[in-house]
T-cell receptor
Framework: AQKVTQAQTEISVVEKEDVTLDCVYETRDTTYYLFWYKQPPSGELVFLIRRNSFDEQNEISGRYSWNFQKSTSSFNFTITASQVVDSAVYFCALHYGGATNKLIFGTGTLLAVQP | ETGVTQSPTHLIKTRGQQVTLRCSSQSGHNTVSWYQQALGQGPQFIFQYYREEENGRGNFPPRFSGLQFPNYSSELNVNALELDDSALYLC?????FGSGGMDTQYFGPGTRLTVL
């Protein structure tokens, strides 16, 4: 079965702190893709990153970085020097090698960055 | 480049009624997927349309139906509304080559449906 688990329901940090959002996934497929989306209060899901199962290289984009470890089936997301604008719900999602381009989402982590 | 748009923004219906939600895909995209997001939950896949045909369906009853038009826009129709249908309905578009293809999905702002 395909599944995404985001164990952290809510995280609260003070501005400028670093924060890591955890994501653990389950799939039997060897080819799959992992995603992170940000959902601000407006509701729209904003695409942040896509990773395929053959590329375990970590990625950094500005204050954002992602750590993909197949050995532990994890794809964690770190925000360095958090800002109030980072406050949102963050979703990790899995696309596996099915015939449909569908995503399986975790339950999300609500990040609150206090000034 | 125009992003994904959805209409209406908000909608209030009563139990038993029917509703139609609309989505315009991002320019250059050919595939539309619909998701239901209940409060405090992650989005759940309803179905996807590719080349004007349903290309995969999640665990939703037949009263959830859809259409895709030649310009790749799409509609989600829900008949016999139930209280549990109250949710944010998200549309996502992508560019897929072949029915088994994969590409990043870009989401619209959603339609908030309330069923009373």
């Amino acid at each position: 079965a395909q599944k995404v688990t985001q164990a952290q329901t809510e995280i609260s940090v003070v501005e400028k702190e670093d924060v890591t959002l955890d994501c653990v996934y389950e799939t039997r497929d060897t080819t799959y893709y992992l995603f992170w989306y940000k959902q601000p209060p407006s509701g729209e899901l904003v695409f942040l990153i896509r990773r395929n199962s053959f590329d375990e290289q970590n990625e950094i984009s500005g204050r954002y970085s992602w750590n993909f470890q197949k050995s532990t089936s994890s794809f964690n997301f770190t925000i360095t020097a958090s800002q109030v604008v980072d406050s949102a719900v963050y979703f990790c999602a899995l696309h596996y090698g099915g015939a449909t381009n569908k995503l399986i989402f975790g339950t999300g982590t609500l990040l609150a960055v206090q000034p | 480049e125009t992003g994904v748009t959805q209409s209406p923004t908000h909608l209030i219906k009563t139990r038993g009624q029917q509703v139609t939600l609309r989505c315009s895909s991002q320019s250059g995209h050919n595939t539309v997927s619909w998701y239901q997001q209940a409060l405090g939950q992650g989005p759940q896949f309803i179905f996807q349309y590719y080349r004007e045909e349903e290309n995969g369906r999640g665990n939703f009853p037949p009263r959830f139906s859809g259409l895709q038009f030649p310009n790749y826009s799409s509609e989600l129709n829900v008949n016999a509304l139930e209280l549990d249908d109250s949710a944010l309905y998200l549309c996502a578009s992508s560019l897929v080559f072949g029915s088994g293809g994969m590409d990043t999905q870009y989401f619209g702002p959603g339609t908030r449906l309330t069923v009373l």
